[in-house]
């Protein structure tokens, strides 16, 4: 069992930024990739950003250049650092959490904070 909370969304012009924060707390063992996804209204969840416990990072191309994604294994704890934010990231973003052993793979969902940007 694992509960992931984030913080840091908010409201913010074009070109503000945001800091995202996503801490885990439960089971610790066989943490894998954490990450980032966001849902815009009346839109699929789409990938933002992860990163393996090994630090191998991937972005989704619509935020490669202006987010950057890091990681705190000691804490448990995952980032996102959003800069130079456009009306087009404004959705709810929502922390990922896989958790693995030799045999299982389990996937975990945070709540889900609210990023909106206006113009």
């Known amino acids: 069992q694992v509960q992931l909370v984030e913080s840091g969304g908010g409201l913010v012009q074009a070109g503000g930024s945001l800091r995202l924060s996503c801490a885990a707390s439960?089971?610790?063992?066989?943490?894998?990739?954490m990450g980032w996804y966001r849902q815009a209204p009346g839109k699929q969840r789409e990938l933002v950003a992860t990163?393996?416990?090994?630090?191998?990072?991937n972005y989704a191309d619509a935020v490669k250049v202006r987010f950057t994604i890091s990681r705190d294994n000691a804490k448990h704890t995952v980032y996102l650092q959003m800069n130079s934010l456009q009306p087009e990231d404004t959705a709810t973003y929502y922390c990922?959490?896989?958790?693995?052993?030799?045999?299982?793979?389990?996937?975990?969902w945070g709540q889900g904070t609210q990023v909106t940007v206006t113009s």
């Open positions: 990922y959490l896989n958790r693995s052993g030799r045999m299982w793979s389990r996937d975990y």
């Open positions: 990163v393996s416990s090994g630090g191998t990072i």
């Open positions: 439960g089971s610790a063992f066989g943490i894998n990739a």
